[in-house]
């Protein structure tokens, strides 16, 4: 059985909050473990980010939505533990 993710597990976004609905495969049909923001069309977005510049990035994004510093912080403490980055 496939696992069901409530996050995207490259940058953390709550699946259900994406806009998109999720990523695209190659194929064409919605990704369950990544947001329309990072994957696409079966490719990463942004293949070369590190873990830290997942972090600013995320970081960044939520200052522009309101969120506070501290709360931005906290959430991106959560990051490396995705899949997409667990094996580096
Ligand atoms: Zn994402």
């Not at 490719?43 to 972090?55: A, S, W």
């Not at 990035?57 to 991106?76: C, D, H, N, Q």
Request: aromatic letters at 12%; one cysteine or more.
């Amino acid at each position: 059985m496939e696992r069901v993710y409530k996050f995207c597990q490259s940058c953390g976004m709550p699946l259900s909050k994406d806009e998109a609905g999720g990523g695209t495969n190659a194929d064409g049909s919605k990704s369950i473990k990544y947001c329309s923001h990072c994957f696409e069309k079966g490719q990463f977005t942004l293949p070369e980010i590190t873990v830290q510049g997942m972090k600013d990035r995320v970081k960044e994004k939520m200052a522009e939505l309101g969120y506070s510093p501290i709360v931005a912080w906290f959430f991106t403490l959560n990051i490396p533990k995705l899949e997409r980055w667990k094996k580096m």
